[in-house]
T-cell receptor, first 112, second 116 residues
């Protein structure tokens, strides 16, 4: 069993819809949770970073963490074609010094 | 945020040869990380490279296969040795911000390697 599970998609939504992405994990030692966006032929770009249960909002993006259920989510409101990318969840432990565990990534396609 | 460049951006190599990938950062950083992204797979950490010490390899990765150099605080190389088609992947380097939160990493554009 992988430590971090993420549905690879693809997930296709019409422009303006809400995109809902999620990851589950098995290691209760994970304390830091991140979402990266990766455009084709580019490196991942950090979108959201949180370390507590609950919601964190940044513009059109909301990250949600439920440590009791070992479940994290990313919501993208008012989706745009420019949001079409692969979204990767990543997790780290308190003493991991940057050794992140990534999900496989979900490909999102926003159609005009 | 750090600006990271990698060379080459892509390469096609023959089985049994070696390729050295370069990673250059526009600021001094203590740690650099090397990842592999195989087709349809998640990013997997290969090793952590600290300046002035031997790289630390993750389970499943060995120095003979993936030797790493870290001659200064802005540069690192990863060599993929004695390549086979299974080494076809995207290889990425990453660095934490100068503020020191190692989870908040910045990634280079990646090197797309195809082994025939």
């Amino acid at each position: 069993q992988k430590e971090v599970e993420q549905d690879p998609g693809p997930l296709s939504v019409p422009e303006g819809a809400i995109v809902s992405l999620n990851c589950t994990y098995s290691n209760s030692a994970f304390q830091y949770f991140m979402w990266y966006r990766q455009y084709s032929r580019k490196g991942p770009e950090l979108l959201m970073y949180t370390y507590s249960s609950g919601n964190k909002e940044d513009g059109r993006f909301t990250a949600q963490v439920d440590k009791s259920s070992k479940y994290i989510s990313l919501f993208i409101r008012d989706s745009q074609p420019s949001d079409s990318a692969t979204y990767l969840c990543a997790m780290g432990q308190a003493d991991s010094w940057g050794k992140l565990q990534f999900g496989a990534g979900t490909q999102v396609v926003v159609t005009p | 945020s750090a600006v990271i460049s990698q060379k080459p951006s892509r390469d096609i190599c023959q089985r049994g040869t070696s390729l050295t990938i370069q990673c250059q950062v526009d600021s001094q950083v203590t740690m650099m990380f090397w990842y592999r992204q195989q087709p349809g797979q998640s990013l997997t950490l290969i090793a952590t490279a600290n300046q002035g010490s031997e790289a630390t390899y993750e389970s499943g990765f060995v120095i003979d296969k993936f030797p790493i150099s870290r001659p200064n605080l802005t540069f690192s190389t990863l060599t993929v040795s004695n390549m086979s088609p299974e080494d076809s992947s995207i290889y990425l380097c990453s660095v934490p911000p100068t503020s020191g939160d190692y989870n908040e990493q910045f990634f280079g554009p990646g090197t797309r390697l195809t082994v025939l």
